[in-house]
Every structure is written in C-alpha cells, then in structure tokens.
C-alpha cells in the first residue's frame, strides 16, 4: 500500500534575524558573527541572509523602544506608512504581505519540521507550543509566514549570553539550513505522530483592587513548564502564605511560567493541553 504524501515547491531564498526583542543577545551575537562569517549558515541553492531586527533596542539592550516588534505582525499593521510611526519594523518586510509571500514561507506539512528537529537535537528536548485559538493568535514575526513554524531557545536570562544557550540556537539553526537544503534536494521525509501542546488560555497573576500582583508563582509550579499540573496542584504563594490551586476537573500543562517579559502583559503562565498529531510524508515537488 502506497502511503500519501504532500509535495511542495523548494525553498530559495531564507533570512535569520536577530534582536527581534533587543535584550535577547543570543540571536543579536550569532546574527552579527554570521555578519561577518557567514561560511556556516550557506547552503547550495539557497540565499541565506542574516539582519539584525531591532538595531535601537539592541543598542539599549531593551525588549523593544516604540512598540514589541514581536506582537505587531498582522495584516492591520503591514504596511509602508507603519515605518514612520516605528523605527522598529524590520524594512524587509514593510512591502505588501502579497508581494513577500512567496519568500518568506515556509512547509505546509510543519509537523514534519518539528520531527526532524526532535530528532536531530536529541536528547535536549524539543516541546511543540501549539498556538491555534481564535482569540489567543500572536502577531509574531513568523505569523507573516504562509505556514509559520517557530522555534524558541531557552530560557535565557534578558541581557545575558550563555554558551550553552548559544550552542543550542547554533545547531537549531543548523539543522533548519540542513532541512531546507535536504528537502530542496529531494529527500522524502516520512510519516510521523507528533505530541504538542495545544494553548487553552493565559492566566494572570492575582491582583488587588488597585491591580497590583498580590501573589507569586508557587515554588511548586516555578521552573516546571511542560509538566502536568493536576486540579489542586498550587499555582499562586501570596505574602501571607495562602496557596491558589488549580480549580476545575482538568489536568494542563503550563508553559511560559513566570516569564519575565510576560509580565507587562499579564500573563503568569499559559495552559495548553496535551494532543497527538499525524502528519502525512512531504517530499520537494520540483527536483
């Protein structure tokens, strides 16, 4: 029996950015090294191009200046005029989302991605933050994409570089380069079952009348994303040592717990769910 396949067009032209939030240095140092030598990141038949994203919040070493430049891409937002009202929108990327379309997407078939990833930075583990929710969607750099696919390395602390951190966006980037190139050269990448985590919805940290935080993430729940936390499990420690459990009858799995960028946006941690996907094998349509 033949197993179904989906075939796509190859990929030519990539670009890798760095400071997309300016006080995340691991991507800002590989950016401006590949700037200089970009012998690793080259791949026959493709045009890989580094820019560094947010250059005046990079030099402050700030998230962002005017506006997070990784929650403003939208079609609402894409736009020539949106560069006088930002210094921070990356230019490249300020023509009409029709006429970059075809640059800037990626595989239709993105389970197939994250299985290839798995399998090549194993043992680190490689968890898939499923963001499909009508009213939970991130106006991210890669939402642009025609079939968007992120990877994030970390946690790494804001201002800071770490060798090891820096090893893993190395090979991350490696391995990204290495299947696009196995990919536009034919190669079949089979069927695959994939375990995500899907978003269910964002909790805030408690607050008083005033708005103000009035407990902390629980010691239980800290540094323990991608765990199971079970109805009663603790997830909030206030001053005063009462303890805010989960309520309900379901078990989630938390990610981004007590990001520290998350908090101008009120959010402690996210919930998601624990799915298993299929994906059918995908091979290049033009070799």
Known sequence: MTSCHIAEEPIKKVAIFGGTHGNELTGVFLVKHWLENGAEIQRT??????????????????????????????????????????????????????????????????????DFFQTSLAPLPCYIYLIEHPSLKYATTRSIAKYPVGIEVGPQPQGVLRADILDQMRKMIKHALDFIHHFNEGKEF????????????????????????AAVIHPNLQDQD?????????????????????????TVYPVFVNEAAYY???????????????????????H
């Open 264 to 286: 101008e946006k009120k959010e402690a941690f996210a919930k998601t769910t624990k799915l298993t996907l299929n994906a059918k094998s995908i091979r290049c349509s033009v």
């Open 226 to 250: 991608w765990k199971p936390l079970h109805p009663g499990d603790p997830m909030f420690l206030t001053l005063d040592g009462k303890t805010m459990s989960l309520g309900g009858d379901c």
């Open 45 to 114: 038949g493709l045009e890989v191009k580094p820019f560094i994203a947010n250059p005046r919040a990079v030099k402050k070493c700030a998230r962002y200046i005017d506006c997070d430049l990784n929650r403003i891409f939208d079609l609402e937002n894409l736009g020539p005029g949106l560069a006088q009202q930002s210094h921070d929108i990356i230019n490249v990327l300020l023509t009409p989302l029709k006429q970059r379309e075809q640059n800037i997407r990626f595989l239709h078939n993105k389970k197939d991605v994250f």
């Open 190 to 213: 089979p069927p695959c079952a994939i375990e995500v985590y899907k978003i269910i919805e964002k909790v805030d940290y408690p607050r008083d009348e005033n708005g103000e935080i």
